[in-house]
């Protein structure tokens, strides 16, 4: 059992002792958290002079698993889009016009519901032909969103149904207005509607978030064919590493594609074969 020692008594060695005990219970990540809060802790006692030194300032922490984006599969993404185009009202009409941009051209959840009316490049207010969006995502940096023939029909009707949300004494300059807020929609109200929209669609709705969208439109284009760096600049990724993550999740999915459906995969070797008939 271990004995209380004062904060500016403890060594480096006896921290590397408690992570270690840590180690054998708890999750890399669970271990890093309290890694961060003891380098804290001890960056604190030395700025305040209470301690000389810092033994936790080169603690390593633990190399932790990549983990993989969640994404749907392109059954589970058309039935959540199939679910929306049979919902008429006037919310019906909007979760269509989001669902369609944000699927569709891989926006970050912050930057669909942010958008600005101005962005769909309007000469009037009935029909949207706009076949690009320039968005500003992290940073401050520009780039060119697609805009589909199917996006551009949803978004066309729900301008005949925007006025419902937008404030009745102001005019709002955002896509999507919120009018008790006087402000946009927000993230978690979109992200609620997508999960009311899965159990509809008889998708688990624990499977379904705004970022689970965007990683759907990667990994969806990637298993079509789509070039890693047009991905990269479709989603606004400064370092191509970032978008390498998708090739894992598409590699996983296209191997069990080939070793379900190829024919090659499905064929008896002749020592196989022998044992059937033998059997």
Do not use: C, W
């Not at 199939?82 to 669902?99: E, Y």
């Amino acid at each position: 059992r271990q004995k209380k020692k004062q904060a500016n008594s403890i060594n480096r060695a006896e921290i590397e002792r408690f992570l270690a005990s840590l180690s054998s219970e708890l999750s890399p990540q669970t271990v890093a958290r309290k890694l961060s809060a003891i380098r804290q802790f001890f960056a604190f006692l030395y700025t305040d002079n209470i301690r000389r030194d810092n033994p936790a300032a080169t603690l390593e922490a633990p190399r932790l698993a990549k983990r993989l984006p969640k994404t749907l599969t392109q059954a589970d993404a058309a039935a959540l889009i199939s679910a929306a185009l049979g919902d008429d009202s006037p919310k019906g009409i909007r979760l269509q016009a989001m669902l369609e941009l944000m699927y569709g051209g891989g926006l970050r959840v912050s930057e669909l519901v942010s958008l600005l009316l101005s962005a769909l490049q309007l000469k009037g207010l009935s029909r949207v032909e706009a076949e690009f969006l320039l968005v500003s995502g992290k940073g401050g940096k520009e780039r060119l969103v697609p805009v589909s023939a199917k996006a551009r029909e949803a978004l066309s009707r729900y301008l005949d149904v925007r006025k419902v949300f937008a404030p009745e004494d102001s005019a709002s300059p955002y896509l999507f207005p919120y009018a008790r807020a006087r402000g946009h929609i927000t993230r978690q109200q979109f992200g609620v509607m997508l999960k009311e929209l899965a159990v509809k669609a008889g998708i688990d709705p624990e499977k379904i978030s705004p970022h689970t969208l965007r990683h759907s439109f990667a990994t969806h284009l990637l298993e079509g064919g789509a070039d890693l760096r047009v991905i990269q600049e479709l989603l606004g990724h400064s370092d191509i590493s970032t978008t390498q993550i998708y090739t894992h999740v598409a590699g996983d999915r296209l191997k069990k594609l080939v070793s379900e459906k190829h024919p090659l995969a499905r064929r008896v070797i002749p020592t196989e074969r022998k044992r059937v008939e033998e059997s």
